[in-house]
């Protein structure tokens, strides 16, 4: 079977190649319609890529393409033998009898170049596979690394229609109207957040940034609290800096009201011991998924994203933080690791079609005072990529009577958001339970 394989010529569609070049050269308009299907690499034929490359060069030059205008093209540029003369080159006309199939005969040459492709691609697993000297766990990785690089080469642009895109806002709006449900969105829990945003949107990056220490990871489960538990919203969890153990501490502190310190020492009370059993059995059928990896590879992280969207069903993805994300390129500056990052959460949560909130630092200088976007730690791309940009900010504790006090205000600054308003959050921080709760009017 495998010699057999071996012996077989790579998928292509002579046929099908030599039909498309034929359409655009009966109708130049039609090129319009495959040029974002199609790059000269998807060709099988050589003498066929030099022909497409040729005409994409009269496209790039404003010339109106057709047989005397490539074959001048290809003269200039010395490559009209290896093109196949200008015998072939007219002859390619006599092919098709019309241009109005072009997309139907590009999609064949692009479904063929897919499979050679992924014939080149398992080669190459294959060849690593018995490489005694890469980890199974490299080989894995660079694998699942190829196949998406080739699945973004392959992706296709779609354009969607006035008819399309008016009937899909329509029934939305229908929809919500019916429901009478004032977040499109999934709820975060915070009022006037959700008043701001409708909830958080699908295909949107939210970040949310604070100096260390000020509750970027609290306000996280506070959300997730009100997401998973209250409302059994499917949400996952990526915890690159703390453990399992200890976001399920903290979740149980904030559910059952029962103070971190208290459960960390030990010095509990018969009452305490209900409200952790109470809070145990809210949370235990909660659809809340953590992964808890540190230094998380960003291919690994996108990965494993996709299962918890497929096998669990999540809606929403919290990932703390941003920073601890590493990337196949750490010997690069740390912006445009940063850079490339930010995208490709962006690409994420579009893929997925869910919110992607992320966590991130801001810089040293907005230390005492409120953060700005510029202070995101890292890369402007962060603030360019992102949908929505929320920042964390309250005093830090100073005086053993803050450090007593066991609510303190604290502020949401809601500092970008793309489809939206911006504005500022008034919040109350819960020190006990590290848990952030909405503050009522005069509170």
């Known amino acids: 079977m495998a010699q057999e394989l071996k012996d077989k010529v790579p998928p292509h569609n002579l046929e099908a190649e030599q039909a498309t070049l034929g359409a655009i050269l009966l109708d130049w308009n039609s090129f319009a319609n495959v040029i974002t299907l199609l790059s000269s690499e998807k060709f099988y034929s050589y003498q066929n890529k030099i022909i ?21 093209e290809l003269t200039k540029t010395g490559k009209l033998e290896e093109a196949g003369g200008t015998a072939y080159i007219a002859s390619l006309t006599d092919l098709v009898p019309t241009a109005s199939n072009i997309e139907y005969y590009a999609k064949i040459v692009l479904d063929q170049s897919i499979r050679r492709d992924l014939i080149r691609a398992s080669q190459d697993m294959k060849a690593w596979s018995f490489d005694e000297t890469k980890e199974s766990r490299k ?36 929809e919500a109207y019916h429901n009478k449900n004032t977040f499109t969105g ?21 970040i949310l940034g604070a100096r260390p220490s000020i509750g970027k990871t609290a306000m996280a489960l506070s959300m997730m609290e009100h997401i998973a538990v209250d409302k059994k919203i499917p949400c996952g969890f990526f915890s690159l800096e703390m453990s399992y153990e200890m976001i399920g501490q903290r979740l149980l502190s904030q559910v059952a ?3 971190g310190g208290k459960m960390k020492s030990g010095m509990l009370r018969h009452e305490d011991f209900q409200k ?43 990932i703390d933080y941003i920073g601890l994300i ?57 603030e360019q990529d992102a949908d ?15 450090r007593d006090a066991p609510v303190q205000d604290a502020k949401l600054i809601v500092a970008k958001q793309r489809n939206g308003p911006t504005g500022d959050v008034d919040l109350l921080f819960l020190s006990s339970y590290t848990k952030f709760e909405n503050k009522a009017k005069g509170e």
């Not at 699942?144 to 709006?173: C, G, P, W």
């Not at 850079?339 to 949560?349: D, H, V």
């Open 186 to 206: 999934i709820p975060s829990g915070i009022a006037d957040l959700d008043s701001m945003t409708s909830g958080f949107q699908n295909s949107e990056l939210i």
């Open 52 to 72: 497409y490359d040729g005409l994409v060069s009269l496209f790039r030059q404003d010339i109106h393409g057709d047989t005397l205008s490539l074959i001048n």
């Open 139 to 174: 080989i894995i990785e660079d694998a699942e690394h190829l196949v998406l690089t080739l699945s973004d080469k392959n992706q296709t642009t779609t354009v969607y229609n006035m008819q399309k895109i008016v009937n899909t806002t329509i029934n939305k709006v229908n």
């Open 326 to 382: 590493s990337t196949d390129s750490p010997t690069s500056q740390v912006w445009e690791q940063v850079s490339e990052i930010s995208k490709s959460l962006k690409a994420l949560a579009r893929e997925l079609n869910i919110p992607v909130v992320a966590l991130s630092q801001v810089a040293r200088d907005a230390e005492g005072n409120e953060p700005t976007l510029a202070q995101l730690r890292g890369s402007g791309s962060i």
């Open 257 to 259: 009201r029962v103070p």
């Open 388 to 402: 929505v940009v929320m920042f964390l900010h309250r005093e830090r504790i100073k005086t053993a009577e803050q």
């Open 276 to 318: 952790l059993q109470d809070a145990a059995g809210r949370c235990y059928n909660s659809p809340l998924y953590v992964v808890d990896v540190p230094n998380m590879p960003l291919l690994d992280l996108k990965s494993m994203a996709r299962r918890l969207v497929k096998n669990q069903g999540v809606k929403i993805i919290f």
